[in-house]
């Protein structure tokens, strides 16, 4: 599944990996192909430096050979690996087969399953959050609040419970199920099949204003925007007034189905550029004309959790004056990480370039400062830690000090009040009165 070129992939190390490899861009000035591969020789390359390499040798011949327990070569160099790419970025990480499998699964937006989501629990068991609609779970009579306590008969693995639930098309396994009311537990026979995991919900708020939440860049991402908005249409008797685009809590993923969702709104522009130490590998991303709202405005609703592609998609509206952003300040990730595949199957994701709003400015450790901001209420957690800026080792940001005192990062906004929020100022920008909103602040101006 896994392409023969390198990736570029765009998510931050804070949430599980999500939806990372490479779909053809719709407009680039420049293809992404293998050209691009970061080991590819430079005028830049200089020798290997042969005396570090006899010191490696003689530090893993004496741990091979003297270290208290027997380690195999395969451990050794896979432990040595990780350690050269440890003291990078903490998004620079080397995969195994089975990660690298489940990153490409996650890119694509399907995998081969039961299509349940469930939630680890303290004793060695899976709680079943909710079954998909339609999915071999759910036809097998699964509900939410499940307990799975054995997978085939053996226990659920604390470390690997889902990937044990995973599997090929057309395969059976068998769940060890214990339901409230029901006295004793029981089996449950399900055959796997190919789950395609859908990244966008589209809802219409009140007449003329709908909502797409979007909760990562997959593959099919900017397909099934576009669906999203010919149904909202749909619903409003072929135009929409304006559009809330809830990027809350969205980690990102494919460089380009961020690029292709702001083409579908954007007439022409640059949307986003990356730039890295291999000149060649610099990519400008522009805009086609035509626009599926046909000029309705845009509210881009995000929090701290919002990152990376996410904020590729954001800056990009705000830079181009398409849209207002409502919410708290971003997650700060501006590097792309290319992928690059091992013959093993193995891989290593590696920070190879930064990238660039359409105004110049690098959001790396500083985020997206909103137009309107969205506080945080009593209910909801509020950690100030959450962005890129408190990573150890985070590549450092040309701004990131204008961000240090800000009083709106690693806010994560929850619930229904910040979409209020966001509607609100969707039908000022509309030319629709509307009562002031108690969840919203003008960002604070500094003094002249």
């Known amino acids: 599944m896994r392409r023969s070129l390198i990736a570029v992939v765009l998510a931050f190390a804070m949430v599980p990996l999500a ?81 690298a499998e489940r990153f490409d699964e996650d890119a694509e937006g399907q995998y081969e399953g039961l299509g349940i989501q469930v939630q680890q629990q303290p004793n060695a068991t899976l709680k079943i959050v909710a079954p998909m609609d339609g999915s071999p779970a759910q036809k097998a009579g699964l509900k939410s609040g499940d307990i799975i306590t054995a997978i085939d008969g ?82 409003s008797a072929g135009k929409l007034r304006g559009l809330v685009i809830d990027l809350r809590s969205n980690p990102g993923g494919l460089l380009n189905a961020a690029v292709q969702m702001a083409d579908d709104v954007v007439n022409a522009g640059t949307i986003v550029s990356t730039r890295g130490r291999q000149k060649d590998g610099d990519t400008v991303y522009t805009a086609n004309r035509g626009d599926l709202l046909d000029g309705a405005p845009i509210v881009v609703l995000v929090d701290a959790g919002s990152a990376s592609a996410s904020e590729v998609l954001a800056g990009a509206l705000k830079d181009l004056k398409r849209a207002r952003i409502v919410g708290s300040r971003t997650f700060g990730k501006g590097s792309v990480q290319s992928l690059l595949p091992l013959d093993n199957g193995d891989a290593v994701k590696l920070t190879t370039a930064r990238y660039y709003t359409p105004s110049g ?88």
């Open 19 to 99: 939806a990372q490899t490479t779909a053809p861009a719709q407009k680039q000035d420049k293809d992404i192909s293998a050209s691009d591969d970061p080991t590819a020789a430079t005028s830049e390359s200089k020798a290997v430096p042969l005396d570090e390499i006899r010191r490696f040798v003689t530090t893993y011949e004496a741990v091979k050979n003297a270290y208290v327990e027997p380690k195999t070569d395969t451990q050794l160099m896979h432990s040595a690996v990780r350690g050269l790419l440890l003291d990078l970025d903490p998004h620079s990480v080397y995969f195994d087969h089975d990660d």
């Open 361 to 448: 400015k690098s959001i790396q450790g500083v985020g997206i400062k909103p137009d309107v901001i969205v506080r945080a209420d009593g209910k909801q957690a509020s950690a100030g830690d959450y962005r890129e800026s408190a990573l150890p080792g985070h590549l450092r940001g040309d701004d990131e000090g204008a961000a240090a005192d800000d009083d709106t990062g690693g806010e994560v906004l929850d619930g229904q009040a910040p979409l209020n929020a966001a509607l609100a100022e969707l039908k000022r920008m509309a030319g629709v009165t509307v009562a002031p909103h108690a969840a919203t602040t003008a960002p604070k101006r500094k003094a002249q």
């Open 154 to 235: 053996k226990p659920v693995d604390n470390d690997n419970g889902n990937r044990q639930l995973r599997g090929k098309a057309g395969t059976p396994v068998r769940l060890t199920i214990r339901r409230k009311a029901v006295a004793k537990a029981f089996d449950v026979k399900v055959t796997r099949a190919k789950i395609v995991v859908p990244s966008v919900e589209a809802k219409l708020l009140e007449p003329g204003f709908g909502a797409v939440r979007v909760s990562g860049f997959q593959a099919n991402t900017a397909v099934e925007f576009e669906q999203a908005i010919a149904k909202l249409k749909q619903q």
